[in-house]
């Protein structure tokens, strides 16, 4: 298996703009979750996923944010507009759900938005 | 509030000898607690997961313990090479189940 695929690597944008991240999660895998990176405050959870149903979005950080999954093999977060504060490590990350279930992270996409 | 704590100074060690990195946690009552590697530039990898009715998990050169009434684990890298340098994330499970929250990292450093 290729592992949890995302897209792109790297985004520049301008303030203002809608940018759309891509995850592909691990074939057989029912958890997916979406997480931000940055130097001040860590890897913070944003939604969670189980079965393609948003289980919870309690860490998304405001309505500029949302996060679909239309199908087992497919998810993306979409932050319109953007805003500079935005700019961090956007980390798609899948398990085979359920208690006790370690996590398989992507590779990330580094969003920059100026 | 519920806080996962990891000493944020970079930990400088020289090789071949024992790696101790410390995850506390306040208001949390966790029912697994895994430890991750985080390598520059990519996504975090499991290394190893202890349940809350055990005290102790090993894994090769790597060792968790996990203490409820400290709020404490510790994790150890015995024998440590500088292919050990990397950032290290304890990260927390409660009952509710399958959400993971994650302390800041530490960095290992090990130098030749």
């Known amino acids: 298996d290729a592992g949890v695929i995302q897209s792109p690597r790297h985004e520049v944008t301008e303030m203002g703009q809608e940018v759309t991240l891509r995850c592909k999660p691990i074939s057989g895998h029912n958890s997916l979750f979406w997480y931000r990176q940055t130097m001040m405050r860590g890897l913070e959870l944003l939604i969670y996923?189980?079965?393609?149903?948003?289980?919870?979005d309690s860490g998304m950080p405001e309505d500029r944010f949302s996060a679909k999954m239309p199908n087992a093999s497919f998810s993306t977060l979409k932050i319109q507009p953007s805003e500079p504060r935005d700019s961090a490590v956007y980390f798609c990350?899948?398990?085979?759900?359920?208690?006790?279930?370690?996590?398989?992270f992507g590779s990330g996409t580094q969003l920059s938005v100026l | 509030s519920q806080k996962i704590e990891q000493n944020s100074e970079a930990l400088n060690i020289q090789e071949g000898k024992t790696a101790t990195l410390t995850c506390n946690y306040t208001?949390?009552?966790?029912?697994?607690l895994q430890w991750y590697r985080q390598d520059p530039g990519r996504g975090p990898v499991f290394l190893l997961l202890?349940?809350?009715?055990?005290k102790e998990k090993r894994k090769e050169r790597l060792k968790v313990t996990f203490d409820t009434t400290l709020k404490q684990s510790l994790f150890h890298i015995t024998a440590s090479q500088p292919a050990d340098s990397a950032t290290y994330l304890c990260?927390?499970?409660?009952?509710?189940?399958?959400?993971?929250?994650f302390g800041g990292g530490t960095r290992l450093m090990v130098k030749p």
């Open positions: 208001n949390y009552s966790p029912a697994y």
């Open positions: 990350a899948s398990s085979l759900g359920g208690a006790g279930e370690k996590l398989f």
């Open positions: 202890i349940r809350e009715n055990e």
């Open positions: 996923f189980n079965n393609n149903v948003p289980i919870d």
């Open positions: 990260a927390l499970e409660a009952n509710a189940g399958n959400m993971l929250t």
